[in-house]
């Protein structure tokens, strides 16, 4: 039941869906048979963070627990933000309607730099002080988890501790600490020492922080027992893991409305500018008959028309064919849509074409992330301008008559002949479409080329390298734009303002936490939307606090630096990385993990090798 007190606010607001709670399996537990009560906030509006797989299992691992309950919290659109503020209604989980305040734990998953200032705008939601340093009971507890938690540095000063990796079972460990230290009575300082004991568990406030004088970090020093280094976690067994039976099914139309099963973890390909690729090392895949069973039971419990097969690159688990065979009779029959994101132009087979076309079948989007050969060299592909050509002509022999094809700008290593090389692919797709004999007449084609600015980032054999100045960014831009002669062809391209924040905050140091605050304060928040984006904001509050932009963003690190994330160790070693980023500046390539074991170092978190 809402509160009268929200009831009567929300048709005052936009899409008043995202705040009622009450979704068709969405969990609600009796208080009194619960002694923990976790806060799951994703720093984003709902239809984003409804759409996100890591918090739907998550929600569902803690629900499973006997005497936790966990709740659901997005941030709010402005409309309803303010009259949040102005009616006194704190920011609530979305199950019980309580205020977040009065939780236990508050996690918050951190996708996108760009979230830091939301999650600042949702703790004071929460009436709750904003620094860590400044709440001092156990309760409530901020953790913080997901990608940006390998370097989480800009942010450490807001929050009591980070989980490092992968969340099924550490997510457990540490609350089932937290079940004892509120039983006994224990201080916070005291739950923090325990839980940094924790394989996986980063407590920033246990370590210090030394600087050289020209800005660079001189030592990251542990103390009250706090490890050295920081090991990542990981599932070793991704067939035994838990996988929810179930979804909560939002009211509103969100991102990615559909269900969704993860095929495999990792990433065999090595390409030197993605951080993913590197973070979740190393490669594990699910079997086919778990992923089938997955598959079936969260279509029939949630109804929902498609399945998404996700991971960073479905098309490399092995027995994918094997897998959409044993899908297909139950698919076909329900009608029920296979969707296949991150495939792979060098592995997309006619006879998997043919699969996905016996159901309704979703875009075909390919990845070749630069035009030139050699810049594909140089960044590690391992993708032929052929393997490109052959995928389209699959594609549209297979009734395609569009194509998104996904490049970057400003890698390491590029030219402007390079940016030309984009265009010169894009008219090489659209010249072969009209070559074939057999498509169909009358009909055109479309080939969409999306090109992102590069973020150098941490843990990447890139993370050493500068990132183009802005006005580099939009020579290229303008370049690009230049040289379509085409109708057939679309450039889209991002924003290089917010490229060149998410640079700054990526591989930023704690000396950014007072810039993160003066942002939120000046007015910052929800800034993964442009409409809120504002670089000035934050070139001003760098400013004010004596810190330059581009010492972050434009400068090449010297392989000997400390950098701010060296204490936290995601498995790849900084050998490897540095040996990867000289082998760019040479075009060479690596093998993926499946062909050769390069050493990359994260086979000691499975064990043994990796294949």
């Known amino acids: 039941m809402i509160p009268a007190k929200i009831d ?14 009450g979704e068709m399996g969405s969990v609600v537990k009796d208080k009194s048979q619960v002694d923990l009560r976790f806060a799951f906030c994703f720093p984003d509006l709902y239809e984003v963070g409804m759409s996100h797989l890591g918090m739907k299992i998550l929600y569902s691992l803690i629900n499973a627990q006997e005497g936790m309950w966990c709740e659901r919290v997005f941030a709010p659109d402005t409309d309803f933000e303010a009259v949040m503020r102005r009616e006194g209604i704190p920011l609530y989980g979305l199950e019980s309607f309580d205020p977040i305040g009065e939780f236990d734990v508050i996690g918050f998953t951190l996708q996108y730099e760009m979230c830091y200032t939301t999650v600042l705008n949702m703790l004071d939601l929460a009436g709750l002080p904003v620094r860590a340093r400044d709440r001092k009971g156990l309760w409530p507890l901020v953790m913080g988890g997901g990608p940006c938690a390998c370097n989480p540095e800009p942010v450490a000063e807001f929050f009591d501790l980070f989980q490092l990796g992968e969340g099924e079972e550490l997510m457990l460990e540490v609350l089932s600490l937290y079940r004892r230290a509120k039983a006994q009575g224990l201080s916070k300082e005291e739950f923090l020492r325990q839980a940094a004991r924790i394989p996986g568990v ?8 030394s600087y050289h004088g020209d800005g660079t970090v001189r030592e990251i020093t542990p103390r009250d027992g706090a490890p050295a280094r ?3 976690r990981i599932v070793r067994d991704l067939d035994g893991m838990y996988f929810p039976e179930n979804f909560v099914v939002p009211f509103a139309e ?8 993860e095929v495999l973890r990792g990433c065999i390909r090595g390409c030197r500018f993605c951080q993913a690729g590197y973070i979740y090392r190393p490669f594990r895949e699910k079997s086919p008959d778990v992923l089938d069973r997955q598959a079936r039971d969260l279509c029939g419990a949630t109804g929902y028309e498609e399945v998404s097969l996700t991971s960073l690159s479905t098309s490399d688990h092995s027995r994918l064919e094997e897998l959409m065979e044993e899908m297909l009779p139950w698919t076909e029959e329900k009608r029920i849509n296979i969707a296949l994101p991150s495939l792979r132009v060098d592995n997309f087979s006619p006879r998997l074409l043919e699969m996905v076309e016996k159901v309704r079948r979703s875009g075909l989007t390919f990845a070749p992330e630069a035009g030139s050969q050699r810049l594909r060299d140089a960044i590690n592909k391992n993708v032929t301008e052929a393997e490109v050509m052959d995928t389209c002509r699959t594609a549209f022999e297979g009734g395609c008559t569009s194509m998104k094809l996904y490049f970057m700008m400003g890698l390491p290593t590029e030219t402007m002949e390079d940016m030309d090389a984009i265009i010169e692919l894009a008219q090489k797709v659209v010249d072969l479409y009209y070559s074939l004999p057999g498509r169909k007449k009358g009909r055109g084609v479309q080939v969409t080329a999306s090109v992102a600015c590069f973020v150098p980032k941490p843990h990447t054999p890139f993370q050493f ?15 690009l734009l230049e040289k379509v002669s085409s109708k057939k062809i679309r ?12 640079a700054i905050l990526a591989r930023g140091d704690r000396r950014l936490a007072p810039v993160v605050e003066a942002v939120w304060r000046a007015g910052g928040n929800l800034e993964g939307w442009d409409e809120h984006f504002s670089l000035e904001r934050w070139l001003r509050a760098m400013e004010e606090a004596g810190l330059d932009g581009d010492f972050y963003a434009c400068r090449r690190r010297p392989p000997d630096e400390v950098l701010p994330w060296d204490h936290l160790d995601y498995g790849v070693t900084k050998e490897f990385l ?3 980023d000289k082998k760019a500046w040479e075009s060479a390539v690596t093998q993926n993990c499946r062909s050769h074991c390069s050493g990359c170092g994260a086979n000691k978190l499975l064990g043994g090798a990796c294949f």
């Open 202 to 209: 980063y407590v920033p406030s246990l370590y210090d922080v």
């Open 254 to 261: 969100i991102v990615h409305d559909r269900a969704m099963v």
């Open 578 to 580: 540095i040996r990867e």
């Open 465 to 479: 390298e500068p990132q183009d100045t802005l006005e580099q960014f939009r020579q290229k831009q303008k370049r």
């Open 491 to 502: 450039i889209n391209y991002h924003d290089a303002a917010t490229s060149r924040l998410e």
């Open 8 to 21: 009567r606010q929300l048709l005052k607001v936009q899409k008043p869906a995202r705040y009622c709670g």
């Open 230 to 232: 920081v090991e990542k």
